[in-house]
């Protein structure tokens, strides 16, 4: 039997600093990766309303886009140039009216900015009622 006196050992000591380190590598993890959701939406319900349609039309101009970037107006295929070159199109099928109706119809393919070069010719022909032609989904 060993009845000798053990010696004074140091009581083991956890240092706290590394695991800090480590929460607070995590914590700036779950920062940087977590989305947040926007619960900021809006419930409407639209109301409803039965109005008389309007006996006269206003002229309208039809220009058409397909996927390629080619452009029609009113079933007339042209050369799209540059946007001045289309504005001047659409002042000589306005006639000079201003209350002109520029309907869009552009292909679900077409370049967003083959849309907004027609836009900005009708801003530039004066011809600021504009409008988009679409079609019921199944």
Same mark, same amino acid.
């Given at each position: 039997?060993? +009845? /000798?006196?053990?010696?004074?050992?140091?009581? $083991?000591?956890?240092?706290?600093?590394?695991?800090?380190?480590?929460?607070?590598?995590?914590?700036? +993890?779950?920062?940087?990766? *977590?989305? #947040? =959701?926007?619960?900021?939406?809006? /419930?409407?319900?639209? $109301?409803?309303?039965? !109005?008389?349609?309007?006996?006269?039309? $206003? =002229?309208?101009?039809?220009?058409?886009?397909?996927?390629? !970037?080619? #452009?029609?107006?009113?079933?007339?295929? &042209?050369? +799209?140039?540059?946007?001045?070159?289309?504005?001047?199109?659409?002042?000589?099928?306005?006639?000079?009216?201003?209350?002109?109706?520029?309907? &869009?119809? =552009?292909? =679900?393919?077409?370049?967003? /900015?083959?849309?907004?070069?027609?836009?900005?010719? !009708?801003?530039?022909?004066?011809?600021?009622?504009?409008?988009?032609? *679409?079609?019921?989904?199944?």
């Amino acid at each position: 039997m060993n +009845f /000798q006196r053990r010696q004074n050992q140091e009581e $083991p000591e956890i240092n706290l600093i590394p695991m800090i380190d480590v929460l607070l590598v995590v914590l700036i +993890f779950l920062m940087v990766t *977590t989305t #947040y =959701a926007k619960f900021s939406e809006l /419930q409407i319900n639209l $109301p409803q309303a039965n !109005g008389e349609t309007s006996k006269e039309k $206003p =002229a309208q101009i039809t220009v058409s886009v397909d996927a390629v !970037g080619n #452009y029609q107006v009113n079933a007339n295929t &042209i050369n +799209f140039t540059n946007v001045t070159n289309l504005a001047q199109i659409l002042k000589q099928e306005a006639k000079g009216s201003a209350d002109t109706v520029i309907i &869009i119809n =552009a292909d =679900a393919k077409a370049t967003h /900015q083959s849309v907004v070069n027609v836009m900005e010719a !009708g801003r530039e022909a004066g011809l600021t009622r504009i409008t988009f032609a *679409t079609q019921k989904s199944n």
